[in-house]
């Protein structure tokens, strides 16, 4: 990570605390990806900015989600900014107007938040807010042609890490590199998705927390989600079929071959509707714990009182076929401590990916590879 900053006083340092806007372009539906932008915003709140800094937080902006929890974490205060009448993609312009200092922690070419640097560089030195940066070289390298410097930052020490607890194996588990040990019969299949938020029951705060501090539960990977709930031996409730209705947890009885060729990416939700990690259940051990399959009618005549009936199809979308999914439901969260070796097994993409979870799942672990009834791999 690059700073650079003209050769004058730190900010603040003898005056009042400076007033600083902190300005990124978007980190899109999966902030958890972005560890590197993370740490740079933990690097300047608590290495490099004086005590009491005055953060300008504007709505709307990339940063403003995760401002009040560095003020309390790293000392600073919150100066709310009115955006009222601003547009939104002129509201990072508004923190710069304000600001003593401007922190770029990122700012992708084209973006409006490099355009809004570019036209800060053509200020005279006098009347421009000082300028560090984070971002990438070639800005770097613009400000060292106007004569700015540029110095290498130390990742910040992470503190407080609170990794969630793996649980001993309670049996040795055994990788299996045949897909055939979860042919259909009396499989039920759930699949692990990436948490593009706090996991299920956990707070914004523990969140933001382990986001800005770079803990490990702040990996929010599908591979992490498999992980949590290995640990915890339980499958959180998430989706609510029934609005108003208990929370459950979903299962498909379709073959995984099927399931995985019907594997697509849907924009609207920024993910793919299947990943090749999760969880596969005896059927029976699931049925004797209140799980039962799904009634699917007609759109026309789903009442949505009954929390094990779906649609057959979206009425906006009648080419989606919702009933090939064959989906099983468990109302509430699934306690599967009691889960022995032979009524469960753990699913993952690759080689790797198992011996990372086969030294913690009490279940044996299959490594999909080609599986799919076209033969191919998984992509």
């Not at 300008?56 to 000392?75: E, H, I, K, N, W």
């Not at 990996?219 to 929370?247: E, F, K, M, N, T």
Request: net charge positive; hydrophobic share 35%; charged share 25%.
């Amino acid at each position: 990570m690059h700073f650079p900053g003209p050769e004058q006083r730190r900010p603040g340092s003898d005056s009042q605390p400076p007033r600083v806007a902190i300005v990124s372009s978007g980190l899109g539906r999966w902030p958890h990806r972005h560890r590197d932008w993370f740490t740079a915003l933990a690097t300047v709140c608590r290495d490099l900015l004086p005590p009491a800094s005055r953060l300008l937080s504007v709505p709307g902006t990339t940063v403003q989600p995760y401002l009040s929890r560095c003020a309390g974490l790293f000392d600073h205060r919150i100066d709310e900014v009115d955006a009222t009448g601003t547009q939104r993609h002129e509201r990072d312009r508004l923190a710069v107007s304000q600001s003593d200092l401007v922190v770029i922690l990122s700012a992708r070419p084209g973006s409006r938040t490099q355009q809004l640097i570019e036209t800060l560089l053509t200020n005279p030195p006098v009347v421009r807010p000082e300028i560090w940066s984070a971002t990438d070289p070639s800005l770097a390298r613009r400000f060292s042609s106007l004569g700015w410097k540029a110095r290498l930052l130390h990742p910040v020490p992470v503190p407080d890490c609170h990794p969630v607890p793996i649980s001993p194996k309670r049996e040795p588990g055994r990788t299996r590199r045949d897909d055939r040990s979860l042919e259909p019969h009396d499989w039920l299949l759930h699949c692990t998705r990436e948490c593009s938020g706090p996991w299920p029951g956990q707070s914004r705060r523990d969140y933001l927390d382990d986001l800005i501090l770079g803990r490990p539960p702040g990996d929010h990977s599908v591979l992490a989600s498999l992980l949590r709930i290995i640990a915890q031996r339980r499958l959180r409730a998430v989706s609510r079929p029934v609005q108003g209705g208990p929370l459950a947890v979903s299962f498909s009885a379709c073959p995984l071959a099927s399931l995985a060729s019907r594997r697509i990416f849907r924009p609207h939700r920024g993910r793919w509707d299947f990943e090749p990690y999760g969880i596969a259940i005896s059927r029976n051990w699931l049925s004797a714990r209140g799980g039962r399959p799904v009634i699917y009618r007609p759109p026309d005549s789903f009442s949505g009182d009954d929390p094990f009936e779906q649609p057959t199809h979206a009425r906006t979308q009648p080419k989606l076929d919702w009933t090939l999914e064959a989906e099983w439901r468990h109302l509430g969260d699934l306690d599967l401590r009691s889960l022995s070796a032979t009524r469960g097994r753990v699913f993952v993409a690759s080689e790797e990916d198992a011996r990372t979870v086969d030294p913690v799942s009490p279940w044996p672990v299959v490594v999909l590879g080609r599986f799919r009834q076209d033969g191919s791999s998984i992509q």
